[in-house]
């Protein structure tokens, strides 16, 4: 084995174990934060924010999804609730905790054919692709994303703060 394939070795293998270090290393919090995850029946919840149909409710368990950072919140929906088509400037991804929902690309609500997330689906909506969303029961889930979190309908006519 020659003296720089060696070098080649050690030098890959010590990135190895650094991008481990950070891996391993870096939960989302602090190394002095504990973050204890609430079970569903003992969050409580509020009305939910102006860009949601009525009806919805909001918890946030970490961060603020209005600022830059990592945030996580939870939606309670009662049964029958419906996003209409809309978008998102960044990236979402969404665990369903309890109730049945379902979530769908597209730019049209045609639930036709879409089976509902039952609880411990997760879903991940890219940046800018459009979907819906809707409840087929009272339904909470989780949204972990980075914020500024923001919310553009396809059909301006569906934004309930213009409404």
Known sequence: MTRSFRGFLMLTGLLFLATLTVWFASPGFTAEEHHQVTPVEEVTFEPGPPTLPEGAQIAVMLGNPAEEGAFVIRFKFPAG????????????????LSGRFGM????????????????????????GHPHFAWAEEETVVQLNGMGPFDIVYVDEADDPRIN
């Not at 209409?84 to 400037?89: A, F, I, K, L, Q």
């Open 81 to 96: 609730f419906e996003v209409p088509p809309h978008r998102h400037s960044k990236e979402e991804h969404l665990t369903v």
């Open 104 to 127: 769908s690309p597209g730019e049209v609500l045609d639930k036709t054919g879409i089976t509902p997330l039952m609880p411990g689906g997760f879903v991940r909506i890219p940046a």
